[in-house]
């Protein structure tokens, strides 16, 4: 990734200076972002060491993550990501935010603990549920189970309720996810191919013992890599967690700081990307829940303001569409057939450039040269 590194000296309209310090308006952020998130242009990288620097990909479903690596990577195939997860260098589990997140084997064993006060947290919400059950003989109990065999959730509740059976079943099964690093077992998870979602621990998956809970300190410099200039309150979003301010103050020295808008305070390292405001954006087509849209308490560096809530319907979520960096539009892709809704109007030039990635998205993820790209509504 290239770096173009710019002070408030010489930044131009990147930043101007206040008596509060360095501003970023929307558009600098915009860009950093982009830069960090490997969307300005496609990066080298190879699959593993983009999901290790991206920190994860969101993967509540299977396929989300071959897409977010296609719109980063240069010379990605679906089946580099696969191919990972059969080697069992890649594993998806629950971390951040409680969602299920394709990790490398390391970050696995290291972003986990990390995270456990808030499964801890999660868990509390389902007390009723759980009265009078001895949560870490629960722990125990379900650990033997997933590492005599992978077991489905289905299976860990059922053996769960012989032994509690007043407890909630639905609670007794968040309590062994939120009580031990589950992750999803192949073939779930692989490029064409289905499997239902079976369990068993990270230790026993990945043959080694998880790392003892980290400082957050080294994760927040990963985290502002990957994602800054950021809050305090943008890391939290992005973790699920609270109190990491502390963390921040301890790297103060060694970071740099700038101002939002807003007078919020942002953090960042102090040779990370900071492109000029100006720098192109290609178009790029990113999943649903792409980490982009997720990672930040203020979403405006991405998602303007009128179209805030635009890329859900209920319980749908749709896949996005960037144009000049910013949210533009979704899309859906059903068989052969790629239909485009843009939120507001493209000039020729933009259109034809959308066009034109999708061509190539579809090339990358189908290997057909046969599409039919629409412009229309999508609803449900």
């Not at 131009?12 to 600098?28: C, D, F, N, W, Y």
């Not at 410099?221 to 502390?246: C, I, N």
């Amino acid at each position: 990734m290239t770096k173009t590194t710019r002070t408030a000296a010489t930044a131009g309209t990147t930043a101007k200076t206040t008596a509060l310090g360095s501003v970023l308006g929307t558009r600098a952020l915009n860009r950093a972002t982009l830069d960090r998130q490997l969307l300005l242009r496609r990066s080298p990288l190879s699959a593993k060491a983009a999901v290790e620097h991206l920190l994860g990909l969101q993967a509540q479903n299977v396929k989300p993550p071959y897409y977010a690596l296609a719109a980063r990577l240069d010379g990605f195939t679906p089946q580099a990501l696969s191919q990972l997860m059969a080697d069992r260098e890649v594993v998806r589990i629950v971390t951040m935010r409680s969602t299920i997140h394709t990790h490398t084997a390391d970050d696995a064993l290291t972003l986990r603990p990390l995270v456990q006060a808030a499964r801890d947290r999660e868990l509390g919400t389902f007390r009723n549920g759980l009265t009078g059950v001895d949560l870490d003989r629960l722990a125990a109990i379900s650990r033997e189970l997933v590492e005599a065999e992978p077991r489905t959730m289905k299976q860990l509740r059922q053996a769960l309720l012989a032994e509690w059976p007043d407890a909630d079943p639905f609670a007794l099964s968040v309590a062994a996810r939120c009580r031990l690093p589950l992750v999803q077992v192949t073939p779930r998870g692989l490029w064409g191919r289905s499997g239902q979602v079976a369990l068993t621990t990270a230790e026993h998956w990945l043959g080694r013992p998880a790392e003892p809970a980290p400082a957050p300190d080294a994760t927040v410099l990963r985290y502002l890599a990957a994602f800054g200039p950021a809050s305090v309150k943008d890391m939290q979003t992005w973790a699920g967690l609270t109190r990491l301010r502390e963390a921040f103050e301890r790297l103060r020295p060694q970071l740099m700081t700038f101002r939002d808008e807003n007078g919020v305070e942002l953090f960042d390292l102090p040779d990370a990307p900071r492109p000029d405001v100006d720098t192109p954006a290609p178009p790029r087509f990113l999943p649903e829940f792409d980490n982009l849209l997720l990672s930040h308490a203020d979403r405006s560096r991405v998602v303007p303001a009128d179209l805030k809530g635009r890329t859900w319907q209920g319980n749908q979520a749709y896949c996005t569409l960037l144009v000049d960096g910013f949210l533009a539009g979704i899309w859906r892709q059903e068989g052969e057939i790629l239909t485009i809704e843009p939120f507001g109007k493209l000039t020729r030039t933009q259109r034809d450039e959308v066009v034109q990635e999708a061509e190539r998205m579809l090339t990358v993820m189908a290997g057909s040269s046969s599409y039919d790209i629409r412009f229309g509504a999508i609803s449900g």
